[in-house]
């Protein structure tokens, strides 16, 4: 599905962000309609309800399609994907109804010859096995009246789509003048007031410090923790896939059904349950990479409300090929404020640090002052150098746009840019230059980023409009799946 849009993946990287993969690759969407049912409505197209069991079917198949796994069908960012995917298609599907677009008979013969199923269906004489044809999709649930219906269907999102894409911009200069002002090049010269530099210049008083401690208690807090087992199911490279993935939905549906406990799946499939002490909200500590308690699912799973305040097995969660954990969470151990007496070192730091920044801000407004009196003055300023957008040096962020907003006309000038937590940088520009050589990549390069921008743009505002005159409605929140439902 889509075909066309995926030979333009470059003009449409940014805008078709949606499309993980086709729901129906061969048949188009039209069979939709079929898993059209009474369950919890998610979302309404049109009055037109997209169904929690549909988005279980979709979620199923997809899952299939990667490799079989039906822990990923459950996830609720793997369903939100694909809940996303068909809403998308619905607001399509609605526009090209609203619009009454047509398409050719000879497109629709072209496009079919483009099916691999379909060209693996001529003889060597070049007669179509007709028979083969029906028996393909009899076994898909469709007959040829519902094929040729998706096929068409399909056509007709790839023109309203491509007509979207083919987004040029307003002006062709646009894009000369981006590349120029990125280009452009100013010299620039730099005078750095850092707190570090006035730290021998302060010393706070016990008074001081106790002052602050507590009045930025927080700032001293231990985070919580808590001591976790896990039971962790690999693959054996001899085990036989099937045997595995039978495996993989007992390891998931039995740390789900019986989730008081680990000790019930690491009996059943022979695992040892292993524990880990002083897990954060960022992980366990000195853990490998690959170590489970470093997946960030795993701890994100530890710390939600089912595993942390009831204490229940967190889910399977796949955190490499052939590898699933389950974890819970044994003891928590609350966030704790640290008494004086063990941060007094950090207190004193951050104290002095506060002081420093602000000696070292006071000396650069000062200095400030006197450059806009004689901004001629380069005293105390390293030397010189000449940057731009394309080649920033060490500008980054509100430096560089403070430098590059200076009115070229009133030259030399100075700014003052703040660095928090670090003091002042004062900035001098005194030239303005265009590059000797153009290089041509880099304004290509420019323009297709723009043009790509543009079709972004033009992408959403097209989704907007046909989101609200298809009257989507949001009915119930997408939740994830029981343990049984994507693998009915």
Avoid: C
């Amino acid at each position: 599905m889509f075909d066309t849009v995926r030979k333009h993946q470059k003009i449409l990287q940014l805008v078709l962000m949606l499309f993980i993969v086709p729901s129906f690759a061969m048949f188009g969407i039209s069979s939709y309609s079929s898993f059209m049912d009474k369950e919890t409505d998610i979302v309404k197209v049109n009055g037109k309800p997209i169904t929690a069991q549909e988005v279980d079917m979709a979620a199923k198949r997809q899952a299939e399609r990667v490799g079989g796994n039906m822990q990923i069908a459950q996830s609720l960012p793997f369903r939100q994907a694909i809940l996303n995917e068909l809403l998308q298609q619905r607001i399509l599907g609605f526009a090209v109804s609203d619009l009454r677009l047509q398409v050719g008979k000879q497109e629709l013969v072209n496009s079919l010859q483009r099916i691999p199923q379909i060209r693996a269906l001529y003889r060597q004489d070049g007669t179509f096995d007709d028979v083969r044809f029906k028996q393909l999709l009899a076994s898909n649930g469709m007959n040829e009246e519902q094929f040729y219906a998706g096929q068409s269907f399909d056509l007709k999102i790839q023109q309203l789509v491509n007509s979207v894409a083919r987004t040029e911009l307003a002006s062709p200069k646009l894009s000369e003048i981006v590349s120029s002002l990125y280009e452009t090049e100013r010299q620039v010269q730099t005078l750095q007031f850092n707190a570090k530099d006035y730290l021998s210049k302060v010393n706070p008083s016990a008074e001081e410090l106790q002052a602050f401690y507590q009045a930025n208690a927080k700032l001293f807090e231990r985070p919580e923790y808590i001591d976790v087992e896990y039971i962790v199911l690999k693959a054996d490279p001899k085990e036989d896939s099937k045997a595995f993935n039978e495996k993989a939905d007992q390891f998931a549906n039995m740390t789900y059904d019986q989730s008081d406990s680990l000790k019930p799946a690491a009996d059943k499939l022979k695992l040892s349950i292993q524990s880990q002490k002083g897990v954060t909200r960022g992980g366990a500590p000195g853990v490998s990479k690959d170590h489970p308690l470093a997946n960030p699912k795993v701890i994100q799973s530890l710390y939600g409300d089912e595993a942390l305040k009831n204490k229940r097995n967190t889910e399977a969660v796949q955190t490499a090929p052939g590898v699933f954990v389950s974890a819970r969470v044994v003891t928590l151990h609350p966030a704790q404020i640290l008494p004086y007496s063990e941060v007094a070192a950090e207190v004193k730091r951050q104290v002095s640090q506060r002081a420093a920044e602000k000696l070292a801000i006071a000396a650069a407004s000062e200095k400030l002052a006197a450059l806009e009196k004689d901004p001629k003055n380069a005293t105390g300023f390293a030397s010189p150098s000449w940057i731009s957008r394309n080649k920033p040096g060490s500008l980054v962020g509100p430096s560089m746009d403070e430098v590059m907003s200076v009115n070229a006309n009133n030259l030399p000038a100075v700014v003052s840019v703040a660095n928090p937590g670090v003091g002042t940088t004062i900035y001098r520009i005194d030239q303005v230059r265009q590059p000797p050589a153009v290089d041509a990549k880099v304004h290509k390069a420019q323009a297709q980023q723009i043009q790509a921008l543009a079709a972004q743009s033009e992408f959403a505002g097209f989704m907007g409009y046909w989101r609200n005159s298809a009257g989507v409605k949001v009915i119930n929140p997408l939740k994830q799946a029981s343990a049984g439902s994507a693998g009915s």
